[in-house]
């Protein structure tokens, strides 16, 4: 699902044929003559003057956030989960109903997957992930304290699932 190694990348690329181009968001979208998907090629942690990590991934994206969950976590390729992770790590509003599908299915998802994910996602280092995305506490509709809570959370659900409970 996700490619993230830039050689893949651009061999993939070089297989489609782009659609459209957003030059201030640096998104391209592309069409792929073999399968007939749409892809998306991304910057989610761009800045001013920096892009960060570079994401290929089919769009659109499977609506439900626990299929997504299901998909990424279990594809046994770990690029999805940490794609995945990239992804919802610029949504700390989201964090709550992520936290609440995981602790629901985590016997589902794969351990290395699981894992993965929830390292990529930022929610146990909540404090550098908001400073590396520039999100300041006040432009959130979450509070000191809710995000220390969701913190909490993720590090019990982390053990929860390393020792198997």
């Known amino acids: 699902m996700y490619v993230l190694n830039y050689q893949k990348q651009v061999e993939r690329i ?86 609440t599908h995981l602790e629901e299915n985590r016997k589902k998802y794969s351990r290395r997957g699981f894992f993965e994910f929830l390292k990529f996602l930022g929610v146990k280092d909540s404090r550098l992930t908001l400073e590396a995305l520039k999100i300041d506490f006040g432009q959130l509709s979450l509070s000191e304290k809710e995000i220390y809570s969701l913190k909490k959370r993720a590090r019990m659900l982390s053990l929860k699932k390393f020792f198997g409970i």
């Not at 070089?14 to 391209?28: A, C, D, F, G």
């Open 14 to 99: 070089s297989q489609m044929i782009p659609l459209r181009k957003n030059e201030q968001t640096y998104e391209v979208y592309y069409h792929d003559p073999e399968s007939g998907e749409l892809w998306k090629s991304f910057f989610p942690y761009r800045s001013e003057n920096k892009k960060g990590p570079k994401l290929l991934r089919p769009e659109p994206l499977p609506q439900n956030l626990k299929h997504q969950l299901e998909i990424c976590l279990n594809s046994g390729n770990l690029a999805d989960a940490e794609g995945l992770g990239i992804e919802y790590s610029l949504n700390p509003e989201k964090w709550d109903e992520i936290l």
